[in-house]
């Protein structure tokens, strides 16, 4: 079942603006994690953060997560058009013995326009 | 390093017919590997996790017999589609997991006609 929900669903911007997406959850988790996906690709990491973090930063990219709201949202700053993609947040259920399970989102396409 | 392949990168087929699907962790071990599938526009779904030495464990809805997953070595799972239907037709990602992370390939097309 979807854990994550992510809003909005699509996002266009012009280059050199940033992008927010946001993704709630519904119940515990270890970790949630952000991945890209260009069009018909695998996926691409982009940053884990841990259920007693708040927030994180790796480049243009910054994560922050709310577990009381159960919700994390990814900005990205000044944008690029190689940012085009869809992005998706996957939760790291807290299910005892298989809490590697990662559970996905329904993603986030952003669009980038040079 | 965490280099995740896939083999075919796409693959059509008639229907009726069975498609084999590989997944390789090129430069590490893993015992649990997970194959998703994805429709167009739309999330990954995880449909079942395979390890190696055992039977796989499939999700919820996901038949078992028809997907069949074999988990050989601790560097190859693959994910078998048999008699597959149009209905079929999907973007199949794999992912090796390795201390709390997973590894993804870069998927599979598969076109049943």
């Known amino acids: 079942s979807q854990q994550g929900e992510e809003d909005p669903q699509a996002l266009s911007i012009q280059e050199g603006e940033n992008a927010t997406m946001n993704c709630s959850y519904k119940?515990?988790?270890?970790?949630l994690q952000w991945y890209r996906q260009n069009s018909g690709r695998g996926l691409v990491h982009l940053i884990l953060?841990?259920?007693?973090?708040r927030e994180k930063h790796s480049g243009r990219l910054r994560v922050t997560l709310d577990t009381s709201k159960k919700s994390s949202s990814l900005l990205i700053t000044a944008s690029r058009a190689a940012d085009t993609a869809s992005y998706f947040c996957?939760?790291?259920?807290?299910?005892?013995?298989?809490?590697?399970?990662?559970?996905f989102g329904k993603g986030t396409l952003l669009t980038v326009n040079p | 390093g965490a280099v995740v392949s896939q083999h075919p990168s796409w693959v059509i087929c008639k229907s009726g017919t069975s498609v084999k699907i590989e997944c390789r962790s090129l430069?590490?071990?893993?015992?649990?590997m997970f194959w998703y599938r994805q429709f167009p526009k739309q999330s990954l779904m995880l449909m079942a996790t395979?390890?190696?030495?055992?039977?796989?464990?499939?999700e919820q809805g996901v038949e078992k017999d028809k997907f069949l997953i074999n988990h050989a070595s601790l560097t190859l799972s693959t994910l078998t589609v048999t008699s597959a239907h149009p209905e079929d037709s999907s973007f199949y990602i794999c992912?090796?997991?390795?201390?709390?992370?997973?590894?993804f390939g870069p998927g599979t097309r598969l076109t049943v006609t």
């Open positions: 119940t515990s988790i270890n970790n």
């Open positions: 953060i841990r259920s007693n973090e």
């Open positions: 430069d590490f071990q893993a015992t649990t």
């Open positions: 996957a939760t790291d259920v807290d299910s005892g013995g298989s809490n590697y399970k990662l559970t």
């Open positions: 992912s090796a997991y390795r201390v709390y992370e997973q590894y």
């Open positions: 395979s390890n190696e030495g055992s039977k796989a464990t499939y």
